[in-house]
């Protein structure tokens, strides 16, 4: 009896340390996967938005990720200011408005690509479609796409750094944290 | 310690420390396999055939190719293709037999479905199997990753978003995986890691555990006969080698599957000599371009079907259908309810059911290959419900089926 409790100190005594040694190896395994420093801190793009011509798509990079800027002309912010949803979409910049977001389908990540004559995005991989603000309009996409974090800084937009205009446009669900 | 004597050979000598002759008659001429077979049978050794030739094709290839985004296209397609002296026919062959093997094992599935091997003391053969599947399919998926090509990068991109799992937006699920928030240099690290050690583990681990899950139950046969291969072995030992239902493995059953294997070699060596390009996607000798998506993302030819299953739906919906479609095989077995373990002409329903099944299969393969447009979505859309229909009605089925 007093053998066979011994045993079984042992044997959970054992098993403690090999369980805790296990969750231990697992976490090591785990952050090793994790994304470097070096990936994570990757900067931020600056963006000098006096550059850019109405209805003509830019792609720029962030993040090892195309963005989209498409400078609106005034009769695609007329069209915009129809609709609240595609309106809440812009970026305003002393008098312009700009679209800026990410340039990956919300369905599996191709990019969409743009059409000046329709004013809207086509994904050739499923078929999904956007328009001018790159707000869904055909499945599967769930959603629009995805604008990134931006702050306004004159006539520069900060990519990666998070200003009060993305702050409303997280809280008003106007997109996803990127 | 056993006692050893002086060795009369070097037979002996290895006799006496390693039981040569012991493992030989467990391992080979004591392994019985019914007569009562056909070259489907050899489909088994045609597929261990085929990794050995993966494998050594796959160790040529290693001593040059370079996992790294800068160096891993032109390591590929120049040092490989150009430079090594024969680098193109270990390209060739792991090329080919990547994509050969993916046939032979949906031959090999589809005999073991028809024949009704997966059941009554053989589901773990099955189960094993499907694991092995899964295995191949992950290894594919990770080596279509290291040319580092549009198709690669894409595949890539596409296929580690499947597990944001859609509206649950598990992002930061997709950047671990990948090490990077799109794929990169700790993407394609990893992934070769995977390719060259960890997947191969496993694979060669479950090979170990398919065919040992083979031992007790034995080979199925042409009619699903339970044979009594203790009475059968014995009569086969004693001389009467006619009238016993069982060969043995080595050298009997060996010189029939080596004679599948040497047909089916001839046909793979034309293949890697005139016909290679069909494993060679045109769009992946365009170096990896984060920047711009290829006009049409398709899979290689054995992933289509289940592709398709994803394609026709809304994301969630979509991702949901195509889980269903990655295990519901594994559940053959359970999902049979018939207790009949014979070919499926012999079966009522399960009959048709075999046969649409693999149909269906066939339609999904070709309609993931073209554009999702008109009227090749509808075609896509009720195959892929049917395919799903079939699963649900199939234990409904085969309870009615009456016990042959």
């Known amino acids: 009896m007093k053998n066979s409790s011994r045993r079984g100190f042992m044997g959970k005594a054992f098993g403690a340390v090999a369980g805790v040694g296990a969750v231990a190896s697992l976490y090591a395994m785990k ?51 129809g609709n609240p949803k595609d309106m809440n979409r812009l970026i305003k910049i002393d008098n312009d408005y700009f679209m800026v977001c990410v340039g990956l389908c919300t369905h599996l990540g191709c990019i969409p690509g743009y059409r000046p004559d329709t004013q809207d995005f086509l994904c050739a991989c499923h078929g999904g479609m956007y328009d001018f603000t790159a707000e869904v309009t055909k499945a599967p996409p769930p959603r629009g796409l995805d604008i990134p974090p931006f702050k306004i800084d004159g006539k520069k937009l900060v990519l990666g750094e998070t200003g009060p205009e993305y702050e409303k446009m997280l809280a008003d669900g106007t997109t996803l944290k990127v | 310690m056993a006692h050893f004597t002086k060795a009369t050979s070097l ?123 899964v295995a191949f399919s992950a290894e594919a998926f990770s080596g279509y990753m290291l040319p580092w090509g549009q198709m690669s990068y894409w595949a890539g991109m596409v296929i580690t978003n499947l597990f944001s799992g859609g509206s649950l937006h598990a992002d930061g699920l997709v950047e671990w995986i990948r090490g990077d928030y799109v794929p990169g240099q700790a993407f394609l690290n990893r992934f070769f890691m995977l390719h060259v050690l960890l997947i191969p583990l496993a694979i060669l681990g479950l090979i170990g555990l398919h065919f040992g899950a083979l031992r007790i139950p034995h080979v199925n046969n042409q009619d699903g006969e339970e044979i009594d291969f203790e009475a059968e072995a014995a009569k086969y030992k004693a001389g009467d080698k006619a009238n016993s239902k069982v060969i043995a493995f080595v050298n009997d059953f060996m010189s029939k599957d080596m004679m599948v294997v040497g047909i089916y070699l001839i046909f793979f060596f034309y293949l890697v000599f005139y016909h290679y390009d069909f494993a060679m996607d045109p769009v992946n000798f365009d170096p990896a371009d984060g920047l711009k998506t290829p006009a049409h993302i398709y899979p290689e030819w054995y992933f289509l079907w289940s592709y398709e299953i994803l394609r026709p739906f809304s994301t969630n919906v979509g991702l949901i259908a195509f889980a269903f479609a990655q295990v ?77």
């Open chain 1, 31 to 81: 952050r090793s996967w994790d994304p470097l420093p070096s990936v994570k801190a990757a900067g931020f793009t600056t963006l000098d938005m006096s550059a850019y011509q109405d209805n003509e798509l830019v792609t720029e990079k962030w993040r090892g990720k195309p963005i989209f800027v498409l400078k609106q002309s005034p009769d695609m912010v007329k069209k915009a200011q």
């Open chain 2, 11 to 133: 037979h002996d000598w290895l006799n006496q420390r390693l039981a040569v002759d012991t493992l030989r008659r467990v391992l080979a001429t004591e392994y019985w396999i019914p007569k009562n077979i056909n070259f489907l049978w050899a489909m088994g050794m045609v597929l261990a055939i085929t990794f050995g030739l993966l494998l050594i094709s796959g160790i040529f290839l290693l001593m040059y190719y370079q996992p790294n985004v800068n160096l891993a296209f032109d390591s590929v397609n120049y040092t490989i293709m150009q430079e090594v002296g024969y680098g193109w026919l270990w390209r060739h062959v792991h090329g080919v037999a990547a994509s050969v093997v993916f046939l032979i094992i949906y031959i090999h599935m589809f005999t073991g479905i028809y024949y009704g091997s997966y059941k009554q003391g053989r589901e773990m053969i099955w189960l094993s199997g499907m694991l092995l599947f």
């Open chain 2, 328 to 404: 519901i095989f594994f559940l053959l077995p359970f999902l049979d309810k018939s207790p009949n373990a014979v070919p499926a002409s012999r079966r009522g329903l399960f009959k048709y059911w075999f046969w649409a099944m693999l149909i269906d299969m066939i339609i999904l393969t070709a309609m993931g290959k073209v554009p999702p447009s008109g009227i090749f979505s509808t075609i896509g859309l009720y195959a892929a419900l049917t395919f799903i229909g079939l699963w649900i009605i199939l234990p409904f089925i085969t309870k009615l089926e009456k016990k042959a």
